[in-house]
């Protein structure tokens, strides 16, 4: 089992940055992959970053591509994502997840999910 922590989300106002967190604990971190995912009311979950277990390859979604960040530091446990230059459209739930078997970007590959951390960008 893998218990997932997210923090850092919050009001913030178009152009700010913000920086989420997520603390991961039950399980070997260094073996998981993980990712970033965020939903709206009514709609599906979707990825908006991943990163493997060692760092060496990372993928994001077309529309943070240059302005989120995934990163992660494996003797904390801890996932990041680092995001700049915020759009009201990036106004979501945030969730961390961890992926035990073949990195993937599709969420339904990901087996371990944390609660969800609201974001919310005003205009």
């Known amino acids: 089992q893998v218990q997932l922590v997210e923090s850092g989300g919050g009001l913030v106002r178009a152009g700010d940055s913000l920086r989420l967190s997520c603390a991961a604990s039950?399980?070997?971190?260094?073996?998981?992959?993980m990712g970033w995912f965020r939903q709206t009311p009514g709609k599906e979950r979707d990825v908006v970053a991943t990163?493997?277990?060692?760092?060496?390859?990372?993928n994001y979604i077309d529309s943070v591509k240059g302005r989120f960040t995934i990163s992660r530091d494996n003797a904390k446990n801890t996932v990041y994502l680092q995001m700049n230059r915020l759009k009201p459209e990036d106004t979501a739930v945030y969730y961390c997840?961890?992926?035990?078997?073949?990195?993937?970007?599709?969420?339904?590959?990901?087996?371990?999910w944390g609660q969800g951390t609201q974001v919310t960008v005003s205009s």
């Open positions: 039950g399980r070997t971190f260094n073996r998981l992959h």
């Open positions: 990163i493997t277990s060692n760092s060496a390859y990372t």
């Open positions: 997840a961890a992926d035990s078997g073949v990195y993937a970007t599709d969420p339904r590959k990901y087996d371990y």
